[in-house]
Protein backbone atom coordinates (compact mmCIF):
# COMPACT_ATOMS: atom_id res chain seq x y z
CA UNK A 1 0.00 0.00 0.00
CA UNK A 2 2.83 2.43 0.78
CA UNK A 3 6.31 3.05 -0.86
CA UNK A 4 7.29 6.83 -0.77
CA UNK A 5 4.27 8.34 -1.22
CA UNK A 6 2.51 5.74 -3.26
CA UNK A 7 -0.76 4.22 -2.77
CA UNK A 8 -3.09 2.59 -4.23
CA UNK A 9 -6.06 -0.18 -3.29
CA UNK A 10 -6.65 -3.40 -4.85
CA UNK A 11 -10.11 -4.17 -5.34
CA UNK A 12 -11.03 -8.00 -5.98
CA UNK A 13 -10.96 -9.36 -9.47
CA UNK A 14 -13.70 -8.44 -11.17
CA UNK A 15 -13.95 -10.38 -15.28
CA UNK A 16 -10.48 -12.35 -14.53
CA UNK A 17 -8.51 -8.62 -13.47
CA UNK A 18 -7.31 -7.18 -10.46
CA UNK A 19 -8.67 -3.95 -10.57
CA UNK A 20 -5.87 -0.77 -9.15
CA UNK A 21 -7.32 2.04 -7.50
CA UNK A 22 -4.43 4.62 -7.50
CA UNK A 23 -4.54 7.73 -5.05
CA UNK A 24 -2.08 10.46 -3.59
CA UNK A 25 -2.38 9.04 0.13
CA UNK A 26 1.06 9.65 0.88
CA UNK A 27 0.27 13.37 1.07
CA UNK A 28 -2.30 12.79 3.40
CA UNK A 29 -1.51 14.35 7.00
CA UNK A 30 0.16 12.87 10.37
CA UNK A 31 -1.11 13.47 13.47
CA UNK A 32 1.11 14.46 16.62
CA UNK A 33 1.29 10.99 18.52
CA UNK A 34 4.20 12.02 21.11
CA UNK A 35 6.36 15.23 22.04
CA UNK A 36 8.95 14.03 20.01
CA UNK A 37 6.92 13.78 17.07
CA UNK A 38 5.58 17.32 17.00
CA UNK A 39 9.52 18.13 17.66
CA UNK A 40 10.29 16.51 14.66
CA UNK A 41 6.94 18.04 12.62
CA UNK A 42 8.73 21.73 13.79
CA UNK A 43 12.06 20.47 12.47
CA UNK A 44 10.81 19.32 8.91
CA UNK A 45 8.76 22.66 9.04
CA UNK A 46 11.90 24.52 9.47
CA UNK A 47 13.91 22.46 7.19
CA UNK A 48 11.50 22.49 4.20
CA UNK A 49 10.79 26.74 4.77
CA UNK A 50 6.48 25.89 5.82
CA UNK A 51 4.75 28.30 7.85
CA UNK A 52 0.79 27.54 6.97
CA UNK A 53 1.32 24.71 4.90
CA UNK A 54 0.00 21.50 5.58
CA UNK A 55 2.46 18.87 6.57
CA UNK A 56 1.99 15.35 4.60
CA UNK A 57 3.20 12.04 5.49
CA UNK A 58 5.44 12.09 2.32
CA UNK A 59 7.66 15.03 3.83
CA UNK A 60 8.46 13.20 6.91
CA UNK A 61 9.41 10.14 6.30
CA UNK A 62 9.63 9.39 2.48
CA UNK A 63 13.55 8.85 0.90
CA UNK A 64 14.35 12.25 1.11
CA UNK A 65 13.04 12.35 4.64
CA UNK A 66 15.26 9.88 5.98
CA UNK A 67 18.72 11.88 6.25
CA UNK A 68 16.29 14.56 7.45
CA UNK A 69 15.18 12.48 10.71
CA UNK A 70 18.32 11.16 11.20
CA UNK A 71 19.84 14.68 11.48
CA UNK A 72 16.73 15.51 14.14
CA UNK A 73 17.97 12.73 16.10
CA UNK A 74 21.44 13.49 16.20
CA UNK A 75 20.97 16.69 16.67
CA UNK A 76 18.39 16.15 19.62
CA UNK A 77 21.12 14.13 21.56
CA UNK A 78 24.06 16.03 20.73
CA UNK A 79 25.62 14.25 18.62
CA UNK A 80 27.69 14.97 15.46
CA UNK A 81 26.57 13.74 11.88
CA UNK A 82 29.09 10.69 11.59
CA UNK A 83 31.92 10.53 8.47
CA UNK A 84 29.41 7.54 6.76
CA UNK A 85 26.09 10.31 6.64
CA UNK A 86 28.25 12.96 5.22
CA UNK A 87 29.67 10.29 2.21
CA UNK A 88 25.80 9.96 1.77
CA UNK A 89 25.62 6.28 2.53
CA UNK A 90 21.90 5.51 3.42
CA UNK A 91 20.48 5.68 7.11
CA UNK A 92 19.18 2.14 6.68
CA UNK A 93 21.85 0.47 5.75
CA UNK A 94 23.72 1.06 9.44
CA UNK A 95 20.56 0.13 11.64
CA UNK A 96 22.82 -3.01 13.56
CA UNK A 97 25.57 -0.40 13.98
CA UNK A 98 24.42 2.95 14.63
CA UNK A 99 22.20 3.57 17.36
CA UNK A 100 20.67 6.89 15.56
CA UNK A 101 20.07 5.09 12.76
CA UNK A 102 18.22 2.65 14.73
CA UNK A 103 15.97 4.79 16.50
CA UNK A 104 15.61 6.80 13.38
CA UNK A 105 14.45 3.12 11.45
CA UNK A 106 11.94 3.12 14.76
CA UNK A 107 10.31 6.42 14.34
CA UNK A 108 10.14 5.35 10.63
CA UNK A 109 8.35 2.79 11.88
CA UNK A 110 5.81 4.48 13.93
CA UNK A 111 5.05 7.30 10.94
CA UNK A 112 4.36 4.52 8.16
CA UNK A 113 2.44 3.04 11.00
CA UNK A 114 0.42 5.76 11.57
CA UNK A 115 -0.24 6.57 8.11
CA UNK A 116 -1.43 3.13 7.56
CA UNK A 117 -4.18 3.40 10.13
CA UNK A 118 -5.46 6.06 8.81
CA UNK A 119 -5.23 4.75 5.02
CA UNK A 120 -7.13 1.57 6.26
CA UNK A 121 -9.91 3.99 8.00
CA UNK A 122 -10.42 5.35 5.00
CA UNK A 123 -10.22 2.21 2.50
CA UNK A 124 -11.25 -0.41 5.01
CA UNK A 125 -8.74 -2.99 3.44
CA UNK A 126 -10.43 -6.26 4.62
CA UNK A 127 -8.20 -8.53 2.24
CA UNK A 128 -4.57 -6.64 3.50
CA UNK A 129 -2.00 -4.43 3.56
CA UNK A 130 0.59 -4.53 0.92
CA UNK A 131 3.75 -2.78 2.20
CA UNK A 132 5.94 -2.23 -1.21
CA UNK A 133 8.53 -0.11 -3.26
CA UNK A 134 12.30 1.34 -2.45
CA UNK A 135 12.02 2.36 1.07
CA UNK A 136 10.38 -0.69 2.22
CA UNK A 137 12.76 -3.28 0.49
CA UNK A 138 15.44 -1.43 1.80
CA UNK A 139 15.17 -2.28 5.29
CA UNK A 140 12.39 -5.46 4.77
CA UNK A 141 14.63 -8.06 6.75
CA UNK A 142 14.12 -5.58 9.74
CA UNK A 143 10.26 -4.67 9.54
CA UNK A 144 10.12 -8.91 9.00
CA UNK A 145 12.03 -8.64 12.54
CA UNK A 146 9.88 -6.16 14.20
CA UNK A 147 6.65 -7.73 13.06
CA UNK A 148 7.58 -11.43 14.13
CA UNK A 149 5.91 -10.69 17.99
CA UNK A 150 2.63 -9.14 17.12
CA UNK A 151 2.44 -7.85 20.82
CA UNK A 152 6.18 -5.76 20.46
CA UNK A 153 6.11 -4.98 17.56
CA UNK A 154 6.48 -0.74 16.69
CA UNK A 155 4.58 -1.09 13.50
CA UNK A 156 2.21 -2.99 14.38
CA UNK A 157 1.54 -1.48 17.50
CA UNK A 158 1.13 1.53 15.37
CA UNK A 159 -1.07 0.48 12.77
CA UNK A 160 -3.60 -0.65 15.97
CA UNK A 161 -3.34 2.70 17.91
CA UNK A 162 -6.95 3.72 16.73
CA UNK A 163 -9.03 3.92 19.98
CA UNK A 164 -11.95 4.18 17.94
CA UNK A 165 -11.12 1.15 15.16
CA UNK A 166 -8.05 -1.08 16.65
CA UNK A 167 -10.12 -4.32 17.17
CA UNK A 168 -11.08 -3.67 13.14
CA UNK A 169 -7.38 -3.03 12.33
CA UNK A 170 -5.75 -5.93 14.80
CA UNK A 171 -7.91 -8.15 12.12
CA UNK A 172 -6.31 -7.01 8.47
CA UNK A 173 -2.66 -8.76 7.54
CA UNK A 174 0.04 -6.94 6.69
CA UNK A 175 1.53 -8.19 3.75
CA UNK A 176 5.59 -7.00 2.47
CA UNK A 177 7.11 -7.61 -0.76
CA UNK A 178 10.21 -6.63 -2.41
CA UNK A 179 9.15 -6.49 -6.04
CA UNK A 180 10.14 -3.06 -7.11
CA UNK A 181 7.85 -2.74 -10.26
CA UNK A 182 4.56 -2.58 -8.88
CA UNK A 183 4.12 0.60 -9.75
CA UNK A 184 4.75 0.68 -13.14
CA UNK A 185 2.02 -1.99 -13.28
CA UNK A 186 -0.38 0.24 -11.41
CA UNK A 187 0.60 2.74 -14.54
CA UNK A 188 -0.37 0.26 -17.08
CA UNK A 189 -3.50 -0.42 -15.43
CA UNK A 190 -4.14 3.00 -15.90
CA UNK A 191 -3.32 2.89 -19.32
CA UNK A 192 -5.49 0.01 -20.06
CA UNK A 193 -8.47 1.82 -19.20
CA UNK A 194 -7.60 4.83 -20.66
CA UNK A 195 -6.93 2.55 -24.21
CA UNK A 196 -8.85 -0.20 -24.44
CA UNK A 197 -6.53 -1.81 -27.42
CA UNK A 198 -3.60 -2.22 -25.28
CA UNK A 199 -5.93 -5.03 -22.98
CA UNK A 200 -4.16 -7.63 -25.42
CA UNK A 201 -0.76 -7.39 -22.76
CA UNK A 202 -0.05 -10.27 -20.67
CA UNK A 203 2.17 -10.04 -17.91
Known amino acids: MHGSSQVGGLINPRFGRLNVIGSEGGHIGIDV?????????QFIRKKRGLTTEGLSAEWCFCGKAIPLLYEFLAEKKGVPIPQWRLNDEPVFTKIETDEIAKEAFEHFLRLLGTVLSHLAACFVPDDG????????????KYIIKDTEDPEKSILL??????KCIGSYLSTIPVYL???????????FNLLRHLQPESREYKD
Open 177 to 187: TTEDNLGMKGC
Open 33 to 41: SSPEQYEYE
Open 129 to 140: IVLCQTIVSSCS
Open 157 to 162: KAIRSN
